[in-house]
């Protein structure tokens, strides 16, 4: 995938005048945001989870080296290789030499935020393989040729029309005429149909919610099972998955995991989570012959010991997302990456630099709703003020409005000045907008004033109101 | 430098130290050697038999089917009853754990090994079932194929009474008891399910359409 996040206000304004996508919004808001806190609500530790969920992700990250060096030495132990990528390219030819030594032709996969960040489909292609997304919602995207829209929910900006018409579209062979209009029909379809990749497989990728230092697991949270079959059938299973996905222990593994499908969907728990230790073992009837893991850094360990450090305490609950304003209102591709919503804009940047990023950091009314539900009480606000004063320090925002906050800074420093600048404006503007108490427009401000008029200030400042108030 | 030295020189420049002396390694090797326990839900808690009825309760919202039997022997029956009462053939695969129950005699065909494609049920023993959420714990392995919990439309899952724990945590300290872990270590919680498509939640997506759990009751009486 490549990145389109200095599109964003672009995209955003196409978003905002599509019908079904604002329809797929609003159901997203009326069902995740309920969901999860009936079921924080269920959970009376749940907040003293978050406590302990935070406290095992920051001791890891601060001793992320050694746990690495453990997990690795424990995986190969077990039978398993590991690879380690710092790169997405890196990561890329990785796995397609894993796939050619394998001399793999049909790959599924499980659902992977990390192949999407790492653009594996599109060069396992240019490579002559085949691989087959076996998550219903990225099989749908697959077919649609486009990127996920969310992290948990990939094809969530599709409704059931669109569904039908890419199967339509890509199922060629079963009658034209079949009824595809409700979910369940389409659901029976794409079962039949990836039953026959994932018998016929190579290879299965899948990502990997946790890595676990103690025993050398990966292990994945799924609803579908397709995870499952994926990592079971074919003779080799890939795991990719972030440096910072390790964790000390199983029992660290479970405190997590109460953590995750309660904030991502608000289930109890998943229906699947499975844990894997190298390949099948010599007796086993079924299972893959080899086990590899693909470590990939990609800007995680620049992250580390500084402002942006907590944010590789992300389990990819999506809560953050699910409850964001932007999010709601424009959805997941206006971000132009991988990753969208408040944890979206605060990974971009570091993944694909901040000159591609910079407008999503501007993308928040910074009203700290994703911070509360966060449950690895990730300071999300915090982390987009950051990007933006590194964005203010390199120039990367426009001239006018970098000069205009030098200008504000520059009187903010000067009471006096600040306070006759504004007495002057507050003057000035209640002259401007006499009879009207607004002002339809004003040069300068013409993006603001385009879709609401400016309120008239009262024609004193509030700092003269107050003096006023304590001389009575 | 190959990527692994740069990735972990690279971690450690971030961290603004080195690589860790001998003693603190030590000290992480005793975390990993003894994990800890940080915070158990209340409802993971109380008597046995309290657990077990929270992991009956709990497997039933999580939308499996359940039932209950008083011994080992009924097993086979359920089994043949719940095939009947779905309408199936009277026809299973299952896991070599279950060759010595008493399969003759039940009307069933039963067949051992790991699944196929063409197999329509399975029947699997769990580790153990863990009362907090209602999931179930099964392990690979020669004795128990991975494919047979996920290949069938319907799986059924057989899980004692006593096996029956409280908390995540307790089930790991089953599964470390066995020694090294096996291949796979499933935690199952209901039938297969997605809800991609405009957020409308339906069962049986790749997985098993259905979840059968058959809780074998071998307390003791008076226990
Ligand atoms: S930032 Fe927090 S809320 Fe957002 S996906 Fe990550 S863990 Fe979930």
């Not at chain 1, 997990?71 to 710092?86: D, K, L, N, P, Y």
């Not at chain 1, 946790?210 to 059938?233: H, K, P, R």
């Not at chain 2, 209340?42 to 209950?68: N, P, Y």
Request: include cysteine.
């Amino acid at each position: 995938m490549h990145p389109r996040s200095r599109a964003f206000r672009a995209n955003a304004a196409k978003a905002l005048v599509d019908p079904g996508l604002q329809a797929a919004l609003g159901k997203l808001k009326a069902g995740f945001r309920i969901k999860r806190a009936a079921a924080v609500a269920r959970l009376p530790e749940f907040e003293a989870l978050r406590d302990a969920g935070k406290a095992i992700k920051d001791h890891t990250l601060a001793h992320l080296d050694a746990y690495l060096e453990t997990f690795e030495t424990r995986a190969i132990a077990a039978g398993g290789q590991v690879h380690w990528a710092r790169d997405a390219t890196e990561a890329r030819a990785a796995v397609l030499a894993i796939c050619r030594a394998a001399g793999a032709r049909t790959v599924t996969k499980g659902k992977s935020m990390v192949a999407e960040e790492i653009g594996l489909n599109e060069h396992l292609e240019a490579n002559g393989l085949t691989p087959v997304e076996t998550d219903l919602g990225e099989y749908i995207i697959q077919l649609r040729h486009e990127g996920p829209s969310h992290i948990v929910v990939p094809a969530i900006h599709l409704d059931r029309h669109a569904v039908a018409d890419a199967f339509r579209a890509a199922h060629r062979e079963r009658a034209p005429e079949r009824d595809l209009s409700e979910p369940r029909a389409m659901l029976d379809e794409a079962r039949e149909e990836l039953r026959r990749h994932f018998l016929a497989a190579d290879v299965g990728i899948t990502g990997a919610n946790f890595l676990i230092a103690e025993t050398g697991s990966t292990a994945i949270v799924t609803n579908e099972g397709n995870g499952d079959l994926t990592q079971t059938l074919p003779r080799v299973h890939i795991v990719v998955a972030g440096i910072e996905k390790v964790v000390p222990t199983l029992n660290d593994a479970a405190v997590l995991i109460r953590l995750l499908a309660r904030s991502a969907t608000g289930q109890e728990v998943s229906v699947y989570t499975t844990f894997s230790t190298g390949p099948r073992r010599r007796e086993d009837l079924d299972g893959p012959e080899e086990f590899h893991v693909v470590l990939l850094d990609n800007g995680r360990s620049a992250m580390l010991g500084g402002p942006f450090q907590d944010m590789l305490r992300c389990i990819r609950c999506a809560a953050c997302i699910n409850h964001c304003p932007v999010y709601g209102t424009v959805g997941g591709h206006a971000y132009g990456w991988v990753y969208p919503g408040p944890m979206g804009a605060v990974l971009t940047p570091a993944q694909v630099g901040l000159a591609e990023g910079r407008e999503l950091v501007e993308a928040s009314t910074l009203c700290g709703r994703c911070e509360q539900v966060c449950p690895m009480r990730i300071p999300l606000p915090a982390m987009l003020r950051h990007w933006r004063e590194r964005a203010f320090e390199r120039h990367l925002v426009p001239t006018r409005q970098h000069w205009g906050l030098m200008v504000w800074g520059f009187a903010a420093r000067r009471p006096w000045l600040y306070h006759t600048a504004m007495r002057t404006a507050a003057w000035g503007l209640a002259w401007l907008a006499r009879g009207s108490g607004g002002l339809r427009t004003l040069p300068g401000i013409g993006g603001w004033t385009a879709s609401r008029d400016l309120p008239a200030p009262a024609g004193r400042t509030f700092r003269d109101q107050w003096t006023q108030r304590l001389r009575r | 430098m190959s990527p692994r030295t740069a990735i972990l020189d690279g971690i450690r420049r971030s961290l603004k130290r080195g690589a860790l002396p001998p003693c603190e390694y030590d000290r992480l090797n005793r975390r990993l050697a003894a994990p800890d326990t940080a915070v158990v839900p209340v409802r993971s808690g109380g008597t046995h038999a309290e657990k077990v009825e929270r992991f009956a309760a709990m497997v039933v919202e999580m939308q499996a089917s359940l039932d209950r039997v008083a011994s080992a022997p009924a097993v086979i029956s359920a089994v043949a009853a719940i095939l009947a009462a779905f309408g199936l053939p009277p026809s299973v695969v299952a896991a070599p754990a279950l060759e010595d129950a008493p399969w003759a005699g039940s009307g069933l065909t039963v067949r051992f090994g790991a699944a196929t494609a063409a197999d329509p049920v399975s029947v699997t023993p769990a580790l153990c079932g863990v009362a907090e959420t209602g999931t179930l714990v099964l392990l690979s392995g020669p004795e128990s194929p991975t494919t047979l919990n996920f290949l069938p439309d319907l799986h059924i899952a057989v899980v004692a009474a006593s096996a029956i724990v409280g908390s995540y945590e307790e089930a790991w300290a089953r599964v470390r008891a066995r020694g090294a872990l096996s291949r796979t270590v499933n935690w199952i919680t209901g039938p297969s399910r997605t809800a991609d498509i405009e957020q409308t939640l339906l069962l049986g997506a790749h997985g098993p359409r259905r979840l059968h759990v058959i809780l074998v009751d071998d307390r003791q009486p008076g226990a």
